[in-house]
């Protein structure tokens, strides 16, 4: 079992797509472990996205993720990682295959619905980031 962060961000959030998103997830094999909403601030943004500080959308990115809440996730199952990366799809969604997540739902490159940790080295870093040993089951 292999575990992951997923993160439903505020633009899902705030069209009431969440439970469709968990639902799909669930669907895929995923099991929750910990779940919350929290409403980051700019500086909470630019903390979780820091390896994207150098890149020339990193303040309308995290503009938009402390625009609202969003809805961070600690779920597992066997090849969690890669998994949950191909049930999202391609971060741009006019690229995403059809079937996907942000297929389905995301606006655009930036507010494309779902995050999902890239590695297990970023996993390690994102699930601490939003839940402490007390706050999942694993
Ligand atoms: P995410 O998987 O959360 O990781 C970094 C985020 O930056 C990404 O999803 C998008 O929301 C955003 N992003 C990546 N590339 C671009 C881009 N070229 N323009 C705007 N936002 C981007």
């Not at 409403?39 to 909470?44: I, L, T």
């Amino acid at each position: 079992m292999e575990q992951t962060l997923t993160i439903i961000k505020p633009d899902a959030v705030g069209r009431h797509l969440a439970g469709n998103i968990i639902a799909r997830l669930e669907a895929e094999g995923f099991e929750l472990l910990g779940m919350k909403m929290v409403y980051m601030s700019k500086q909470d943004a630019e903390r979780f996205y820091n390896v994207h500080r150098e890149r020339p959308f990193f303040n309308d990115l995290t503009m938009f993720m402390s625009s609202g809440p969003c809805i961070p996730i600690v779920m597992q199952r066997d090849n969690a990682i890669d998994k949950l990366r191909e049930v999202m799809g391609a971060t741009n969604p006019s690229e995403a295959a059809e079937g996907t997540i942000r297929k389905e739902y995301a606006l655009d490159i930036e507010k494309n619905s779902i995050h999902g940790s890239d590695s297990p080295e970023s996993a390690a870093i994102e699930i601490p980031f939003f839940f402490n040993g007390l706050e999942f089951c694993a």
